[in-house]
């Protein structure tokens, strides 16, 4: 059965410091990668979703950015965090975007 | 544009009564439409998803949806709530494979 890991579950950051986050699927082949972002009381925004190795699309113009070296990697990184990047992550998979995505547990983030 | 609006930022219901969450969308042809809920500090769980066929859909949990064109809405239903059930709730349609959620709903549930 198809699986999606996601770590750190939290992370407390210094302002300017760098940020990976890592997911990761098991179980599928050439899946469609999302990174979301859920802010308090903004809903969720997709922020960068990935259709094959190293192709990726960017939702939004912002402070990060996303990678995709392996057909079930996706990463999320950003060089120097803002405040404004607090939030909680949330990565994703689909096969077709028809059968609903599949989430993986979350990254809480604190920019500090 | 294609859209997805949650009228209620937050519901109250006491445990047993009937539940409906509303949820309407802009979208130029036949949307694929979803509902997902999310527990506190936890991903999001797929709770039914409507894609052509049958305009009433039921999902996991005692849940279901009607979709109804002439009114760009997809509801969610249930008919006895539990305390289990207090969560958050997203809408959400698939736009060129990409899912665009509403907002969200907060349900809570009085003892």
């Known amino acids: 059965s198809q699986t999606i890991h996601q770590w750190p579950a939290t992370l407390v950051q210094p302002v300017g410091s760098p940020l990976s986050l890592e997911c990761t699927v098991e179980?599928?082949?050439?899946?469609?990668l999302y990174w979301y972002r859920q802010a308090a009381g903004r809903g969720l925004q997709l922020l960068f979703y990935?259709?094959?190795?190293?192709?990726i699309s960017s939702e939004v113009p912002q402070n990060l950015s996303a990678s995709r070296p392996q057909d079930r990697q996706f990463i999320l990184s950003s060089k120097k965090l803002l405040l404004s990047d607090s939030g909680f992550y949330l990565c994703?998979?689909?096969?077709?975007?028809?059968?609903?995505?599949?989430f993986g547990s979350g990254t809480r983030l604190t920019v500090v | 544009a294609q859209s997805v609006t949650q009228p209620d930022i937050h519901i109250t219901v006491s445990e047993g009564a009937s539940l409906e969450l509303r949820c309407n969308y802009s979208?130029?042809?036949?949307?694929?439409l979803f509902w997902y809920v999310q527990s506190p500090g936890q991903g999001l769980q797929l709770l039914l998803k409507y894609f052509s066929g049958d305009t009433l859909v039921q999902g996991i949990k005692g849940f279901e949806a009607e979709f109804k064109r002439s009114q760009s809405s997809f509801n969610l239903r249930k008919p006895s709530v539990h305390w289990s059930d207090a969560a958050e709730y997203f809408c959400a349609l698939n736009r060129d494979d990409k899912i665009i959620f509403g907002k969200g709903t907060r349900l809570h549930i009085l003892p």
């Open positions: 994703a998979w689909s096969v077709t975007g028809i059968r609903g995505y599949t």
């Open positions: 979208y130029g042809a036949t949307p694929y």
């Open positions: 179980g599928t082949s050439n899946p469609n």
């Open positions: 990935s259709v094959g190795i190293g192709q």
